[in-house]
């Protein structure tokens, strides 16, 4: 005896509509799963990531068999540890933050299910489709978040460091202002004494030494006062070559460490800046000086300059011993220095970023232990004079 046709359609009905229900208990598990992943607040964000692309093979017909990978800017992970092959089936979904297309969110199979292939719909479903858009646009989300809350941390403290060296500049402002006149009387009657006659040789030296301490004082009040920019600055056409020419012989022959080779790589016919050309000459003056005191021994000091678009550009290379990271953070910080005592004072570079930012440049460093370092100055060409 046959059963019904209503019952007959009922039997057939059943294992779909279970089997639908186990793949959609499957995609909002995996939705959880992955919600609670970003609302986790441990781990990188490439290890966050890692986390929520081992999640997504879950969801699909055959997890045993699926992958899942996620490309992110330099940034890939997959869920098996390698990258899925092109050949093999496979669905992929752009990943966007901010609207910006960024990587990709892909899902597919490193073989061949088999029959699956040839079912209605194809290997993958409707459903799965649907969940990789979902989970792309919670990636792209998550990651919008921790890059606004990572700038808003580095605006903080861009912030914070621009208020102490203005807290710092106004007090070297007021030492500087207050120490000038003492010291201005300690060398004016230095040079005067040694002016005088029949002075004892040993009381001349010693007067020598004063003088001599007294334009060491004076030079690092006038760094202060340039670090500052209470100095200012006399902008006149400049060109940079020509300053680099007049420095490096000066620095060349007074250079003590006879293991240190200068070479020079001007670019020709550099533009003119309008700058002050004894502030462009300090900038070259200290970069160099910091190129040498990083040679131990033996090296190379690279001076080269070239135009770039509206700019022309110096840089300072050395082999020498190159900055560890935490260095490499705080070099330019006024009065932050590495040297021994007496040795140096940390407003050298310090004062190099102060002169470039009041003639409207930048300046950059790439450094490394042991592999040297290299500074860079971009200053904007003069105007063009009006006809």
């Given at each position: 005896m046959k059963p019904p046709a209503a019952q007959s359609d009922r039997s057939q009905q059943e294992p779909t509509a279970v089997t639908e229900l186990a793949e959609r208990v499957k995609e909002l598990s995996c939705l959880y799963e992955v919600a609670a992943v970003f609302a986790e607040r441990r781990g990188s964000l490439r290890e966050r990531l890692a986390r929520v692309v081992a999640v997504l093979p879950g969801a699909c017909r055959f997890p045993e068999r699926a992958v899942a990978r996620l490309r992110l800017d330099e940034v890939e992970v997959s869920s098996k540890g390698k990258p899925l092959d092109s050949t093999t089936p496979h669905l992929h979904v752009a990943l966007r933050v901010a609207g910006i297309e960024r990587g990709e969110v892909v899902l597919g199979y490193m073989e061949n299910p088999g029959t699956a292939m040839h079912e209605p719909g194809g290997l993958f479903l409707a459903e799965e489709r649907s969940l990789l858009d979902t989970v792309?646009?919670?990636?792209?989300?998550?990651?919008?978040?921790?890059?606004?809350?990572?700038?808003?941390?580095?605006m903080e403290a861009s912030l914070r460091h621009a208020d102490r060296l203005a807290t710092i500049g106004q007090l070297a402002a007021g030492v500087a202002h207050e120490l000038n006149e003492p010291l201005g009387n300690v060398l004016g009657f230095a040079q005067l004494?040694?002016?005088?006659?029949?002075?004892?040789?040993?009381?001349?030296?010693?007067?020598?030494?004063?003088?001599?301490?007294?334009?060491?004082?004076?030079?690092?009040?006038?760094?202060?006062?340039?670090?500052?920019?209470?100095?200012?600055?006399?902008?006149?056409?400049?060109?940079?070559?020509?300053?680099?020419?007049?420095?490096?012989?000066?620095?060349?022959?007074?250079?003590?460490n006879p293991g240190v080779r200068f070479v020079r790589e001007l670019g020709a016919g550099l533009p003119d800046l309008e700058a002050d050309p004894v502030q462009v000459r300090q900038v070259v003056t200290n970069l160099v000086i910091n190129a040498m005191q990083a040679i131990q021994a033996q090296g190379t000091v690279?001076?080269?300059?070239?135009?770039?678009?509206?700019?022309?550009?110096?840089?300072?290379?050395?082999?020498?011993?190159?900055?560890?990271?935490?260095?490499?953070?705080?070099?330019?910080?006024?009065?932050?220095?590495?040297?021994?005592?007496?040795?140096?004072?940390?407003l050298g570079l310090a004062v190099v970023q102060g002169i470039v930012a009041g003639h409207g440049g930048t300046i950059d460093v790439e450094s490394a232990p042991a592999r040297g370092s290299v500074f860079t100055v971009r200053l904007p060409v003069r105007a063009a004079l009006p006809t």
């Open positions: 792309a646009s919670q990636i792209g989300v998550f990651v919008a978040s921790v890059e606004s809350e990572q700038h808003r941390a580095e004494a040694l002016k005088a006659q029949d002075v004892p040789a040993q009381v001349r030296a010693d007067l020598s030494r004063i003088a001599e301490a007294a334009l060491r004082g004076r030079e690092i009040i006038r760094k202060m006062l340039v670090f500052a920019r209470q100095a200012p600055a006399s902008k006149q056409p400049t060109n940079l070559n020509g300053v680099v020419e007049e420095a490096m012989f000066l620095l060349e022959a007074g250079c003590e690279t001076v080269r300059t070239e135009a770039s678009r509206d700019a022309v550009v110096l840089s300072v290379r050395d082999t020498g011993s190159g900055m560890t990271p935490d260095v490499l953070r705080r070099v330019f910080d006024p009065f932050f220095t590495t040297k021994d005592v007496g040795q140096g004072t940390g």
